[in-house]
């Protein structure tokens, strides 16, 4: 593995019962690139990204991120790691979901700070501080009091982009983060990923918005029956 590799995946396989979902994918994504993933519905796409963020178990292979493997102590043994490594690992690949998934009972701003306080361990002020930083880069400092019923669909993902970026995360993941949004509103999320592609940020994008992957990756990859090509 080079020494600018960030991410690398090597002959994944992942099943659901009899339905072999990822086969032999192999992926590599250095510092600072954005590689797109598109492909038809039941392609594997979203498991891939869920196996990155050990969301799902991958059953063989190997995910590495800065030369550790994700899930597992080791990719020969595979002694799962603890809950609390586990946490930390997460940290390192920010996901960002279609669905939002953001606390309905928390603001904006204590959506960002939980996982900075729980997770990162960040003193309140800090977190604060860094929450309010995301809010801001994201148009949304007006609204960091405000809870997820109050927001639009584009501004809840924006909230959920900030939080996924402020824990600093190596690699950030983005699973089809425009389909739940009204089509007015997609642009306003691209345009908060674009400008992080602009800054060097690391992602892993799965996306039908063809025109923003051919825009804003760095690489392409078509993904159908379980395995990719560039």
């Not at 002020?125 to 405000?146: F, T, Y």
């Not at 994008?205 to 990859?221: K, L, N, Q």
Request: glycine share 8%; aromatic share 4%.
């Amino acid at each position: 593995m080079s020494a600018t590799s960030l991410l690398q995946i090597d002959k994944l396989n992942k099943s659901f019962g009899e339905n072999q979902v990822l086969t032999s994918v192999d992926l590599n994504v250095v510092a600072g690139e954005v590689v797109t993933i598109i492909g038809p519905s039941g392609s594997g796409k979203t498991t891939l990204l869920r196996c990155v963020n050990f969301l799902e178990t991958y059953d063989g292979g190997s995910i590495q991120i800065d030369g550790r493997e994700v899930g597992f102590t080791d990719s020969v043994s595979r002694k799962r790691r603890g809950e609390a490594d586990l946490a930390g690992m997460r940290a390192e690949t920010g996901m960002v979901f279609q669905s939002f998934n953001l606390f309905p009972h928390l603001t904006a701003e204590q959506n960002i700070m939980l996982g900075l306080r729980r997770v990162r361990k960040k003193p309140h002020k800090e977190a604060r501080e860094i929450a309010q930083h995301w809010l801001a880069r994201v148009g949304l400092d007006h609204k960091a009091d405000s809870l997820p019923s109050e927001l639009s669909g584009g501004q809840q993902q924006r909230v959920g982009i900030a939080r996924a970026v402020a824990m600093d995360p190596k690699v950030l993941l983005l699973d089809e983060i425009t389909s739940a949004l009204d089509p007015e509103l997609v642009n306003e999320v691209l345009d908060v990923v674009r400008q992080l592609a602009v800054e060097g940020m690391t992602m892993l994008v799965v996306t039908h918005e063809i025109a923003f992957a051919r825009d804003a990756s760095h690489r392409i990859v078509f993904m159908a029956d379980g395995s990719g090509r560039e």
